[in-house]
Structure formats: structure tokens, C-alpha cells
């Protein structure tokens, strides 16, 4: 009687090694995947601080400045003269759409007879 007293013991605790590791083994894949996830945000964060790095290296370059200034404030370097364009450029570009949506061939066509 007492030795079958010891083998329920024995298996009960090798029943609750097993709950228990297997309890382990879950806990450690969901951190995995937690940790792979961290990973996968760190490797984000960080191509967009290269973007963001980029941009900030580029508004604070000589070109970006000459850019705005001749953009913006409508400024040109020595020789070089600044063209305005009219308001009703729209118009104008309408115009030349229509002409543009005939086929070539058409346009050929009355262009040479």
C-alpha cells in the first residue's frame, strides 16, 4: 500500500513539473513574440529618424535656402531676371488643352490639307 502510495505521488508531482513547464514554455514564446514585435517598432523608429535626419539636414542646407528665395520670395542671383507669370494662365493652358485632344492624325491631316 505504501508503495502505491509513493507512485501517486511521484506522478502527481511529474504531472504538475509538467503543468508548470508547460506554463513556462507559454510565457516564454508570448515574450518572444513581444520581443519580436519591439524589434520590429525599434527598426521603424529608427528608418523614420534616418528619413527625419535627411529632411532636417535638407532644410538647413544652402540649396533649400536658395530654393525658398527664389520660390517664395521670387529673388534671383546676379544676371538672372525673375518671370511673372499672368493670373489667367489657366485660360490660357485651356486653350492649348482643346488643340491637344484631337488625335495626331488629325492634326496632320489639318495641318497639311
Known sequence: MRR???QWLIILVGISLMVNLSRDILRLV???DQVRLAQAALDQARQENKELMAQ???YTSEEFAEEQARNKLNMAKEGESVVILPDDLGKIT???DS???TPIWKQWWELFF
Open 4 to 6: 502505491r502510495w509513493v
Open 56 to 58: 532636417k539636414d535638407y
Open 30 to 32: 508570448k515574450v518572444r
Open 94 to 96: 485651356k486653350q492649348t
Open 99 to 101: 488643340f491637344q485632344k
